[in-house]
Nanobody
Framework: QVPLVESGGGLVQAGGSLRLSCAAS?????MGWYRQAPGKEREFVAV????????YYSDSVKGRFTISRDYAKNTVYLQMNSLKPEDTAVYYC??????????????????WGPGTQVTVSS
């Protein structure tokens, strides 16, 4: 098992930016982000495959969020720009499979982080 630990959440005004980090102790997996707002189901946000050459985003964040990974630090990032109040949620890092297709297509994930809170004020 590969433990995942998120960081970088916080409070930001609408239009601002945050960068989330997900540190992994090891493994060879596609990694991505989900989020869950109060009273809503957990939803997919973004994913990057193991090689780092393929990414995929949900329509709600496309053009505003960017996912990337640093192999030397074994860390995945989610750069969030032009934040909106509706982006407020607990953001969870996850790892599963190798490809973005495998990641998105699987309801379960091999690993989940504990989550980090992102709050966007209007």
């Amino acid at each position: 098992q590969v433990p995942l630990v998120e960081s970088g959440g916080g409070l930001v005004q609408a239009g601002g930016s945050l960068r989330l980090s997900c540190a992994a102790s090891g493994g060879r997996n596609a990694m991505g982000w989900y989020r869950q707002a109060p009273g809503k189901e957990r939803e997919f946000v973004a994913v990057v495959n193991w090689s780092g050459g393929t990414t995929y985003y949900s329509d709600s964040v496309k053009g505003r969020f960017t996912i990337s990974r640093d192999y030397a630090k074994n860390t995945v990032y989610l750069q969030m720009n032009s934040l909106k109040p509706e982006d407020t949620a607990v953001y969870y890092c996850a790892a599963h499979g190798l490809s973005t297709t495998d990641f998105i297509g699987s309801a379960r994930k091999d690993y989940w982080g504990p989550g980090t809170q992102v709050t966007v004020s209007s």
